[in-house]
Structure formats: structure tokens, C-alpha cells
């Protein structure tokens, strides 16, 4: 997981209770925050509704880290988005095992077949044959051999006056002969999809029916590529998604559609130009990147505090209306618990820290806890209207609740402060007209 996933679990983890108002707030957030990231539209409402369903369950709800459980659904289906599990190469056991890259130009077929090629080796500790069968570019194929030097991984090529067909028949033919077990067949790509490229591809597929066909898109261009893996794989049928240019400023969102739409596993990913940034395409570590880089989890946030922002708004009326009872002091102690020190957070709120009676109201953490067991004593009354707790009442609130009554009597001083001071607040700011109060 990464820090930041981290930090914000450790954020919401304190939230003790999750009702289903948090969770739909939540997954408005997170639906605006996918569609923000280039998903593609049926997907984001496949799942959200997959995570609200589960998320809104009774299990979750009574967990005692409602907070943490959403976050983990909401991976959990991120993961499930992508695959869920990473799916590996499928080898011949009859080598050669013939891979095919496909793909629009500059997707990044020929730089993946050089990383490719390297990752065979090294991983699976096999000896590759490369193919050059981009015909139209005589730099393409200067490239793939330039990569293959690089890497001394040998590159069939045969010039561009020969058909892509023959060139990956002969090449075929000579891997046998030469025992390279794999081949890796670099095509020609087209600005745009057409019968005339699909028809080549075709014919090559034909020779001898590839172990992969791997589509290599280009991760920047968004709904784009997912549009792009549609088309491939309907007119191919592909075996699985190479994602390339990921390392760069992409919102990652074709990489939450491609799976879902065309059904076909992302294997890869590329992290750069260099021959070694190539990795296995992990779901569950990509859910985790993208709650990590996580425009998502601050926006997750982002609700709970909207969340609470109408709570405040609820209470600033009740304050104001003096319907403001000790089930609301006891909500408000724990909210105010997960966010630090109470006096503390009474002197961020403008003009609370220069208000007279503000000693009275510091409390700490142990302290809280008493505060708790005091009002869980109180009878529903009791706890609306606190005027009712005369001397034999204080006794018996007292006992259950294992504090002195002078405590009790505390508290009960610092409930009445309280709300003469929020009364004057309320009166204060509403004068203008921005009300940010935190509590
Ligand atoms: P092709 O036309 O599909 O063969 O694309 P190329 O392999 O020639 O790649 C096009 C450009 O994208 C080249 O400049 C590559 O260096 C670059 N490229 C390919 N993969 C990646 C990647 O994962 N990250 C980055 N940053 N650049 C890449
Ligand atoms: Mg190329």
C-alpha cells in the first residue's frame, strides 16, 4: 500500500460509525474523481454500484472500522476492475511461441518489443528472436535493430521490399533452425484503424496462430485507447494489453477500462523508454497506485467532511433554536475526538479563542472518555433536557457511571457554557454569513 493510502486510512479508521449517507456521498465523490481519470462511463457505473452495494452491507456497517472496510471495498473492486489477478505470458510447449505485437503507430510496439524481448530473457530465461515486419518505415526497422544490438538479442529482418507475411514465415523458420524459442513479430501500426492493416495482421496471424497477440496502447490517450483495444480485438482477437507511457502525466483511467471493456487482460505495463521499464501489470498494485496517487482517497475526504460540514449546520441550528441536547454534545465529543484535543480545536475557530469562558472547556483524551461514561449514564430525559437533573439524579448518574459528582457536576457547568457560547458564535457569524465551524 502505498504512504499516502496509508495515511488516509489511518484518517478514516476513526470513523466509528458509517451510515449509508457517507457511503453515497463517498461514491459520488469517487464516481466524479473516475470519470475525472478517463474511465469510460459504464464502467464507473458498474462500480460504484458494485461498491455501494457491498459497502451499505450490515456487515460493514456494524464492523468496528466501517471507515477502513469501505476503503478496502473500493479496492477490492478496483481490483477486480483490472483483472484481479496478474496474468501471465502463455509459452508453447512446443516452441517456438510466437508473439505478435500490434497497435496503432508510436503506441510503443517496437520499444516493447525490445522490452519484451529483454524481460524474456532475463525472467523466463529463454532466447528470443525479434522480427522486424514494419515495412513502410525503414527507420522501424533500423530501430528494432539498433534495440536488438543493444540488448544482443538477435533481429530477423529482411529489408522493406519483402511482404510482412513472408518476413514472419521465414523468421519463424529460422527460430526453429536457430532453437530461438520465442518470437516476437514487430508490425507495422496506422495512424488510424484500417481494413488494409487489419487484413495484414490477419495474414500473419494466419501463418502459424500466435501464442499472444498483444495490442500495445498508449496509456496518455485516455478513452481513446480503450476505443482502440475494442477495435483490435474484435477485428483480432488479441490475447492480452501491453499499457505503455504510464510513467508519464497520464490519469491512468484506461487502465481501469481496458479490462472490462474488451474483456482481455493488461500484462504489462511500460514505465519509460529505457529496455528494463517494462513491468507485469499487478491489479492489485495498480488499485493500489491509484488510491495512493489518489485523487480518489482525498476525495473520499472531501465527502466525510461534507459529511460533517452538514452535521455542523444541523447543530448551529439546533444551538440556535437552544435544542441542543447532550446525545449531540456526546456526537460532537466524538468527532471532535478524531480530529485532536478539544481546546485545541476550540482556539482554531475564529473568535472562540479570544471568548471568555473557553478555560472552562479543556478536556483531553482520558478525560473524554469520562465525559462518555457520564452522559452514557443519563436517561433519554435526561440527556434532552438536563434541567431535570436535580441532586438524587446527579447521585445516581454519579454511580453509574463510576464518576465523582463533582465531575458530574462539571460537566453539566461545561454543557451550559457551551451552549451559551455556540449561541453567541451562531449569533456572531451569522452576521457574516460564512459559517466554517468544525464541530
Ligand atoms: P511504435 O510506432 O508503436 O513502434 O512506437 P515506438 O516503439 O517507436 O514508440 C514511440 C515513442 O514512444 C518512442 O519515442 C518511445 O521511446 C516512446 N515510448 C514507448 N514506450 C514508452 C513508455 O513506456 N514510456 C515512455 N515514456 N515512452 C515510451
Ligand atoms: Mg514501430
Known amino acids: 500500500l502505498s504512504e499516502r493510502l496509508q495515511e488516509t486510512i489511518q484518517k478514516i479508521k476513526g470513523k466509528g460509525k458509517v451510515t449509508e449517507q457517507d457511503v453515497k456521498a463517498m461514491m459520488r465523490e469517487v ?72 497497435g496503432l503507430q508510436g503506441a510503443g510496439k517496437t520499444t516493447t518489443t525490445g522490452k519484451l524481448a529483454n524481460l524474456i530473457r532475463k525472467k523466463y530465461n529463454r532466447k528470443p528472436l525479434l522480427v522486424a515486419a514494419d515495412v513502410y518505415r525503414p527507420a522501424a526497422i533500423q530501430q528494432l535493430e539498433t534495440l536488438g544490438k543493444q540488448l544482443s538479442i538477435p533481429v530477423f529482418s529482411m529489408g522493406t521490399e519483402v511482404s510482412p507475411v513472408e518476413i514472419a514465415r521465414k523468421a519463424i523458420d529460422q527460430a526453429k533452425e536457430e532453437h530461438n524459442d520465442v518470437v516476437i513479430i514487430d508490425t507495422a501500426g496506422r ?11 490477419k495474414d500473419i496471424r494466419a501463418i502459424k ?110 444551538f440556535k433554536t437552544q435544542s441542543f441536547t447532550f446525545d449531540d454534545f456526546i456526537e460532537q465529543l466524538q468527532q471532535v475526538k478524531k480530529m485532536g484535543p478539544l481546546d485545541e480545536i476550540l482556539k482554531m475557530i475564529p473568535g472562540v479563542n479570544k471568548m471568555k469562558g473557553i478555560e472552562n472547556v479543556q478536556v483531553d483524551d482520558k478525560q473524554m472518555g469520562h465525559l462518555e461514561a457520564i452522559i452514557y449514564s443519563m436517561t433519554k430525559e435526561e440527556k434532552t433536557n438536563p434541567d431535570i437533573i436535580n441532586s438524587s439524579r446527579k447521585k445516581r448518574i454519579s454511580k453509574g457511571s463510576g ?37
Do not use: W
Open 209 to 318: 496462430e500466435p501464442d499472444e497477440i498483444f495490442l500495445v496502447v498508449d496509456a496518455m490517450t485516455g478513452q481513446d485507447a480503450v476505443n482502440v483495444a475494442n477495435n483490435f480485438n474484435e477485428a483480432l482477437g488479441i490475447t492480452g494489453v501491453v499499457l505503455t507511457k504510464l510513467d508519464g502525466d497520464t490519469r491512468g483511467g484506461a487502465a481501469l477500462s481496458i479490462r472490462s471493456v474488451t474483456e482481455k487482460p493488461i500484462k504489462f505495463i511500460g514505465m519509460g523508454e529505457k529496455m528494463d521499464a517494462l513491468e507485469p501489470f499487478h491489479p492489485e498494485r495498480m488499485a493500489s497506485r491509484i488510491l495512493g496517487m489518489g485523487d480518489m482517497l482525498s476525495l473520499i475526504e472531501k465527502a466525510q467532511a461534507q459529511v460533517d460540514e452538514d452535521k455542523a449546520k444541523e447543530l448551529e441550528e439546533k
Open 191 to 201: 495512424l488510424h484503424i484500417d481494413e488494409e492493416l487489419m487484413q495484414e495482421l
Open 403 to 439: 464518576r465523582p459528582i463533582q465531575e458530574v457536576n462539571r460537566l453539566l457547568k461545561q454543557f451550559e457554557d457551551m451552549k451559551k457560547m455556540m449561541k453567541q458564535m451562531t449569533g456572531m457569524s451569522a452576521g457574516k454569513g460564512k459559517k466554517k465551524m468544525k464541530m
Open 31 to 102: 464516481r466524479f474523481a473516475l470519470i475525472e481519470a478517463d474511465v469510460n462511463l459504464k464502467v464507473v457505473k458498474e462500480f460504484v454500484k458494485n461498491v455501494s452495494e457491498r459497502a451499505v452491507g450490515s456487515d460493514v456497517m456494524k464492523s468496528l472500522t466501517p471507515g477502513q472496510q469501505v476503503i478496502k471495498i473500493v479496492q477490492d473492486e478496483l481490483t477486480n476492475l483490472m483483472g484481479g489477478e496478474q496474468s501471465p505470458i502463455q509459452f508453447n510447449n512446443k516452441p517456438p511461441t510466437v508473439i505478435m505485437m500490434v
